[in-house]
T-cell receptor, first 114, second 113 residues
């Protein structure tokens, strides 16, 4: 299995809703990432988990809350989002063996905040 | 500060032609330089990558040329096909086993039949 699976593929939520994005990989990767991508822009890093511990938080607002329940799963909990948070949210994973650094991205969740 | 500068922003190439996308970086601590291909509505997919101790890497129709002294690297797509039409991102990563990928701004490639 060489995939990163993200669900749901599309999500529409109101500004008062609480929702969660899910990400799963079975490649044995011990680093997992959340990226945000706006239209016609490159992906921007939000969070990095390394061995299930949060290692990087790129000053993301607290309305985004990441969680890594185990080495295969990564969640992003959303609460009280703003319309400007509408974007493609990408999950990625990578190995930490110091030999290869390939990042595998999922297809993303297209989030629309109304 | 834009750490990885990518050009051109958009590129139109005839089928069978060569597509060339260039990137430049400043930070010599970068030790891994991948190229990603992204189709609309999809996540980026790793196309090819190079380490700074190698000057060129070829995989099928895709070649990375790396100039360490000039701090530049480029992607060449030979015999470009309409199916290659996508957005291409160069990226760089700091040394060490974990870190952020720093992306260029992307190049939208259109290959005309």
């Amino acid at each position: 299995d060489t995939e990163v699976t993200q669900t749901p593929k599309h999500l529409v939520m109101g500004m008062t809703n609480k929702k969660s994005l899910k990400c799963e990989q079975h490649m044995g990767h011990r680093a997992m990432y959340w990226y945000k991508q706006k239209a016609k822009k490159p992906p921007e890093l939000m969070f990095v988990y390394s061995y299930e511990k949060l290692s990087i938080n790129e000053s993301v607002p607290s309305r985004f809350s990441p969680e890594c329940p185990n080495s295969s799963l990564l969640n992003l909990h959303l609460h009280a989002l703003q319309p400007e948070d509408s974007a493609l949210y990408l999950c990625a994973s990578s190995r930490r063996d110091g030999v290869t650094y390939g990042y595998t991205f999922g297809s993303g969740t297209r989030l629309t905040v109304v | 500060q834009q750490q990885v500068k990518q050009s051109p922003q958009s590129l139109i190439v005839q089928k069978g032609g060569i597509s060339i996308i260039n990137c430049a970086y400043e930070n010599t601590a970068f030790d891994y330089f991948p190229w990603y291909q992204q189709f609309p509505g999809k996540g980026p997919a790793l196309l090819i990558a190079i380490r700074p101790d190698v000057s060129e890497k070829k995989e099928g129709r895709f070649t990375i040329s790396f100039n360490k002294s000039a701090k530049q690297f480029s992607l060449h797509i030979m015999d470009s096909q309409p199916g290659d039409s996508a957005t291409y991102f160069c990226a760089a990563k700091y040394g060490g086993s974990q870190g952020n990928l720093i992306f260029g701004k992307g190049t939208k490639l259109s290959v005309k039949p």
